[in-house]
């Protein structure tokens, strides 16, 4: 967490021609998000998508599944993605449907510079396959 946007700063300083895709949840971009100074200063072609759930989502799903239910700090509040990224000068754009997120997919791939995509997605959504804590990779839950 928090890795990714350095890291796509990193790939477009060494490839300043290639498009570079930072995908990352809204708890991790809220670790290191005042970087996007740093790829604006620098005119990087850095695309960040965002999927914002409204929750440390991965470690919410282990209290669902195997905590019953007892969710203990993973709520969190985010800041509007897109007013966030024009406050630094960049673009930003909002989904909330899969015809809203094909254009916004389309727009930003063929927009110059740094671009915050903010895909706004159903809060409790699992992620699967998930191994339960303290067993092995064959006794991974599937669906
Ligand atoms: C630096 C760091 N702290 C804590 C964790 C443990 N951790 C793994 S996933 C996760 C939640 C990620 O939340 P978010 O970025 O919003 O992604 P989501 O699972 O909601 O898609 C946490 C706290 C980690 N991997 N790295
Ligand atoms: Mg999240």
Redesign the pocket.
């Known amino acids: 967490?928090?890795f990714g946007l350095p890291a796509a700063i990193g790939a477009a300083v060494a490839y300043p021609d290639r498009p570079v895709v930072c995908i990352?949840?809204?708890?991790?971009?809220q670790?290191n998000m005042q970087e996007m100074m740093t790829a604006d200063d620098l005119g990087l072609n850095v695309k960040v998508a965002i999927?914002k759930?409204g929750?440390?989502?991965?470690?919410r799903q282990w209290q669902q599944l195997f905590l019953g239910k007892r969710y203990s700090s993973v709520k969190?509040s985010s800041p509007d993605f897109v007013a966030l990224a024009k406050s630094f000068g960049a673009h930003g754009f909002r989904a909330r449907t899969m015809d809203e997120a094909e254009q916004m997919i389309d727009l930003a791939l063929h927009t110059d510079g740094l671009v915050i995509m903010e895909f706004d997605i159903t809060e409790e959504t699992n992620?699967y396959p998930i191994v339960p804590p303290g067993l092995s990779n064959q006794d991974m839950i599937v669906e």
């Open positions: 967490m928090g990352t949840g809204d708890g991790s971009i670790m999927f759930n929750y440390l989502g991965m470690v969190i992620v």
